[in-house]
């Protein structure tokens, strides 16, 4: 999923990934002391932002509240309050369950990783639905570096490792990697490489429904984890 | 016992949040949808949950129904029945008994069950 900020953000510090999946699993481990362990997917995000964060978790007409027919979620750092578009409401369609899941792991994203980062402007105090300006506004058109971030993070958050690969063993009977060759073709997109990941996305809807997720997501963490394969890979024998 | 002082939607969600129910799973369990729960706990609906369903909240929560019916602007649905069966007598008699303190209705309330007591032999 790709978003971008409405306005100009603050420069946030570079981060390699393996640093925001130690973030993560600091989180999960927090509230798993906390709170519950998390032993099977899903992981419960919403019981995460409100429960162990404390941040306030609202459903809103944000598309009509900043003018922009692409926004999804955003943050509020001092008044810790998360914001998500009524248009991701699984309630209301039940195949937005897993962008509305991503949005509220992204936006836990950019208060785990950015708060720190960010001075809101006194200002714009009471703009925005009487909350003041929002620290960062999630958009579905473009990714800046915090974006990136926070996307990133909530893959990691709501796909850890230590619930994937069990979750996929389990489906698969080993850990064994897949390799879009050994599936069915798909022959829609335009090119060849959004036709290979329609194809490992179709193949691994089964396993996103189980951790809430969307399929695109869970095809993008399983790459990432070498479970998912578009080449095969090469072997001296 | 609820804080009468506060608005029905902010007591909801500190009580919803202090039980442990996230806003989406709240929404599941009194089939409402996680936008229509929030707008309530904001204060932003006109039309509040139905008295029916304000009990299941209440239920849930461990608070009073009849306290919560009346907090969210309700009237649970044993009251309008009764007012429809005498709809001149009982308005006048709730506005009699308006201003009274919490003491006196309860005695009033034995009074008037001791009456039924008598009528019923």
């Known amino acids: ?237 | 016992m609820a804080d009468i002082a506060k608005p029905f939607g902010r007591m909801l969600r500190e009580k919803r949040i202090e039980k442990g129910f996230s806003l989406r799973k709240f929404a599941e369990l009194v089939d409402l949808s996680p936008t229509y729960l929030s707008q309530v706990e904001q204060g932003k609906v006109v039309k509040p949950p139905t008295a029916e369903r304000v009990k299941k909240i209440a239920e849930l929560l461990g608070e009073s129904a009849d306290q919560w019916i009346a907090l969210a602007g309700r009237m649970p649905d044993d009251l309008s029945k009764i007012i429809r069966k005498e709809p001149e007598e009982m308005p006048s008699l709730l506005r009699a008994a308006e201003g009274l303190t919490a003491e006196q209705l309860r005695a009033l309330t034995n009074r008037a069950k001791k009456m039924k007591g008598k009528d019923n032999d």
Not at chain 1, 149 to 162: I, K, S, V
Request: with cysteine; glycine share 4%.
């Open chain 1, 1 to 237: 999923m790709t978003r971008r900020s409405a306005k100009p953000k603050p420069d946030v510090p570079y981060l390699p990934e393996q640093h925001i999946e130690q973030h993560v699993a600091v989180l999960l481990a927090q509230f798993s002391d906390a709170r519950d362990p998390i032993t099977k997917p899903p992981v419960p995000i919403g019981d995460i932002v409100e429960l162990h964060l404390r941040l306030t978790y609202e459903v809103e007409d944000l598309k009509a509240l900043f003018g922009h027919p692409d926004v999804l979620g955003a943050i509020w750092f001092k008044e810790k309050i998360v914001r998500v578009d009524r248009s991701l409401d699984p309630h209301e369609n039940t195949k937005m369950l897993g962008r509305y899941n991503f949005t509220l792991a992204h936006e836990t994203g950019h208060w785990q990783l950015h708060r720190h980062h960010y001075t809101e402007d006194p200002n714009q105090a009471m703009l925005f639905g009487g909350r003041g300006k929002p620290a960062f506004v999630c958009r579905s058109s473009q990714k800046p570096p915090a974006e990136w971030q926070a996307d990133c993070f909530a893959g990691y958050l709501l796909m850890p490792r230590d619930l994937v690969l069990p979750a996929w063993e389990e489906w698969r009977g080993s850990i064994d990697p897949v390799c879009v060759d050994e599936l069915p073709a798909v022959k829609f997109r335009p090119d060849e490489n959004s036709n290979q990941s329609a194809a490992l996305e179709m193949f691994c809807k089964p396993l996103a429904a189980h951790f809430e997720v969307s399929a695109e997501a869970m095809r993008i963490r399983l790459e990432k984890l070498g479970l998912l394969l578009r080449e095969q890979p090469n072997t001296l024998f």
